[in-house]
Every structure is written in structure tokens, then in C-alpha cells.
T-cell receptor, first 114, second 109 residues
Framework: DSGVTQTPKHLITATGQRVTLRCSPRSGDLSVYWYQQSLDQGLQFLIQYYNGEERAKGNILERFSAQQFPDLHSELNLSSLELGDSALYFC?????????????FGPGTRLTVL | EDQVTQSPEALRLQEGESSSLNCSYTVSGLRGLFWYRQDPGKGPEFLFTLYSAGEEKEKERLKATLTKKESFLHITAPKPEDSATYLCAVQANDYKLSFGAGTTVTVRA
């Protein structure tokens, strides 16, 4: 158990809908990262937040947005969902935002868009 | 654009048969190169971070090395519990992370 929690574990929804994925980092960790993993694309970095501020942006679509709240939990919002958005979404956290800080991954949320 | 290529895609080993996984990369300023292990349906588990060419790190049967263009993950005398997908990632100076597609290792008893 990494100490990172993600809810829900599974999510099934329809095209065009909007969903919110939630992540609670390990106690004391200030950085949160979001990743998407699909069979054809592998693990893709989406976005990083550090202490409430956006730190780095990867291949995140405009239909997706994220934020980190004052209590350091984070939410990833996915809107106008398409079939291709079906994937495992992982959250990771680290103490800081430095490259020396180990990222601990959560168990993931499996999103299925029908 | 930063790129990470891992080879081979899959590796089948007999228990005790040592081998190496390759990760070649192009990145605009390397902050660090990471190795992760991922079991099916689970989140990646951190193994190593390497920062500069010539650096080596070891953990049990695993040893990671780094050159200016590639990294190797050596598995010495593997056991069935070493079966997993091994992911390589690089972090560029702009903090963006790029992952390779992974090498799936299967170790038979």
C-alpha cells in the first residue's frame, strides 16, 4: 500500500458525460501527479501540481482539467467523454516537486466510456 | 519532442537466467531517468532514479545504469516474483515526464 488513495476504483459512464476522479496524496506530500494509461498509448503524464499550483503539463486534453485543493487532495475532471478516454487513471504523490523525490502511485481508477 | 524507447517489448526468462532491458531516450535537458515496476492492474512502483551518465544503482537482483543516450536495467538470476512490466521514464528540464511503453518480463520456474 503506497498511502495514496484514489476514488472511485471503477467508473462506467456514457459518451458526452463528465466525471470527476479524486486523489488523496500520502500524508505530508505536497506534489500530485496525474497519469493516463491505455493499452495503445502506454503511461502518459497529464499534469503535476505542487502545493496547490500547477507545476508541469503533459499531454492533457483541453476537455480535461485538474486542481489541487488547500488540503492537498486533487481532482481530475474529464468532460465530453469519448470512447477513447477509456483507460486507467493513476494519481501519484511525492514530498516535493524535485526530481529527487520518489513518486508513489495510487491503485488507479478504471474508467470505461460506453 | 522527448522520446523514450524500450526494448525488447517482452522477455521470457528461465529462473536464474540473467538479462538486460534497454531504455533509449532523447530529451531536452535530462533532470532524471526513472525505472518503475508495474504489476497487472496496479500502479507503478518506484525502483530507481539516475541523474547523470556513469551512474549505477542496485537493489536486490536489479541494477540500473545510465549513459548519455540510454539506460539498462540488468536482472541478475531472476526469480518468478520478478515477473512484471518494467517502465522507464525521463524528466526534462521543464518537469515534463515521458514514459516508454515498457518491457514485460516473464520468469519461469
Amino acid at each position: 500500500d503506497s498511502g495514496v488513495t484514489q476514488t472511485p476504483k471503477h467508473l462506467i459512464t456514457a459518451t458526452g458525460q463528465r466525471v470527476t476522479l479524486r486523489c488523496s496524496p500520502r500524508s505530508g506530500d505536497l506534489s500530485v501527479y496525474w497519469y493516463q494509461q491505455s493499452l495503445d498509448q502506454g503511461l502518459q503524464f497529464l499534469i503535476q501540481y505542487y502545493n496547490g499550483e500547477e507545476r508541469a503539463k503533459g499531454n492533457i486534453l483541453e476537455r480535461f482539467s485538474a486542481q489541487q485543493f488547500p488540503d492537498l487532495h486533487s481532482e481530475l475532471n474529464l468532460s465530453s467523454l469519448e470512447l477513447g478516454d477509456s483507460a486507467l487513471y493513476f494519481c501519484a504523490s511525492s514530498v516535493g516537486g524535485a526530481v529527487t523525490d520518489t513518486q508513489y502511485f495510487g491503485p488507479g481508477t478504471r474508467l470505461t466510456v460506453l | 519532442e522527448d522520446q523514450v524507447t524500450q526494448s525488447p517489448e517482452a522477455l521470457r526468462l528461465q529462473e536464474g537466467e540473467s538479462s538486460s532491458l534497454n531504455c533509449s531516450y532523447t530529451v531536452s535537458g535530462l533532470r532524471g531517468l526513472f525505472w518503475y515496476r508495474q504489476d497487472p492492474g496496479k500502479g507503478p512502483e518506484f525502483l530507481f532514479t539516475l541523474y547523470s551518465a556513469g551512474e549505477e544503482k542496485e537493489k536486490e537482483r536489479l541494477k540500473a545504469t545510465l549513459t548519455k543516450k540510454e539506460s539498462f536495467l540488468h536482472i541478475t538470476a531472476p526469480k518468478p516474483e520478478d515477473s512484471a512490466t518494467y517502465l522507464c521514464a525521463v524528466q526534462a528540464n521543464d518537469y515534463k515526464l515521458s514514459f516508454g511503453a515498457g518491457t514485460t518480463v516473464t520468469v519461469r520456474a
